[in-house]
């Protein structure tokens, strides 16, 4: 199976601390997505990172991906009580067929 | 200005029934699709569409039948509805397909079959 795991499945922090969300997968891919999901919502995405690609920035938000161990982490600096959410990484196959496949998700809560 | 919007919102129905769930997105994108998240937020792809063209069939009962009219609508009809069936169902949407980019979901339809 494909299926990325999360890790930790919940995160409970003090607002202003870093957040820390790892993920792991099975099968070599093209490129791997972060997604958050508020409660009751849909997912919104985050960021991609491509299979050659090994850190990425966006805003507060730090993606790293090390193909050779098939994992990333995503990296959430000086949290905020709007980033209390579940997030998920989702990869692709790059011998495969055309979908995502998530995990199961980190929830993540910050504390005020 | 919704990108993707689902109707219903929420489902409540009978074990048997049959239902369905509209989806539309306004993003000009060409490939849909539809997930299921189970109670314990397991996320699933059930079926995608390019174009109207069915591309992705998850192994899903075929209780469950796709329909895409243009591009921008996908919609899910469930026949004989079963207490298993009880679950968020989420549309989504990109430009192309995996593994162009990123996927734009609607709000989800929550799902209780009694």
């Known amino acids: 199976s494909q299926q990325g795991e999360e890790d930790p499945q919940a995160l409970s922090i003090q607002e202003g601390e870093n957040a820390t969300m790892n993920c792991s997968y099975k099968?070599?891919?093209?490129?791997l997505q972060w997604y958050r999901q508020n409660s009751g919502r849909g997912l919104v995405h985050l960021i991609l990172?491509?299979?050659?690609?090994r850190e990425k920035h966006s805003g507060r938000l730090r993606v790293t991906l090390d193909t050779s161990k098939k994992s990333s982490s995503l990296l959430i600096t000086a949290s905020r009580a709007a980033d209390t959410a579940s997030y998920f990484c989702?990869?692709?196959?790059?011998?495969?067929?055309?979908?995502?496949?998530f995990g199961q998700g980190t929830r993540l809560t910050i504390n005020p | 200005d919704t990108a993707v919007s689902q109707t219903p919102k929420y489902l409540v129905t009978q074990m048997g029934n049959d239902k369905s769930i509209k989806c539309e997105q306004n993003?000009?994108?060409?490939?849909m699709y539809w997930y299921k998240q189970d109670s314990k937020k397991f996320l699933k792809i059930m079926f995608s569409?390019?174009?109207?063209?069915?591309?992705i069939n998850e192994t899903v009962p075929n209780r469950f039948s796709p329909k895409s009219p243009d591009k921008a609508h996908l919609n899910l009809h469930i026949n004989s509805l079963e207490l298993g069936d009880s679950a968020v169902y989420f549309c989504?949407?990109?430009?192309?397909?995996?593994?162009?980019?990123?996927?734009?979901f609607g709000p989800g339809t929550r799902l209780t079959v009694l």
């Open positions: 569409y390019n174009n109207k063209e069915l591309i």
């Open positions: 099968t070599s891919i093209n490129n």
């Open positions: 990172i491509r299979s050659n690609e």
């Open positions: 989504a949407s990109s430009i192309g397909q995996v593994p162009r980019g990123e996927q734009f």
């Open positions: 993003l000009g994108h060409d490939t």
């Open positions: 989702a990869t692709d196959w790059d011998q495969g067929a055309q979908k995502l496949v």
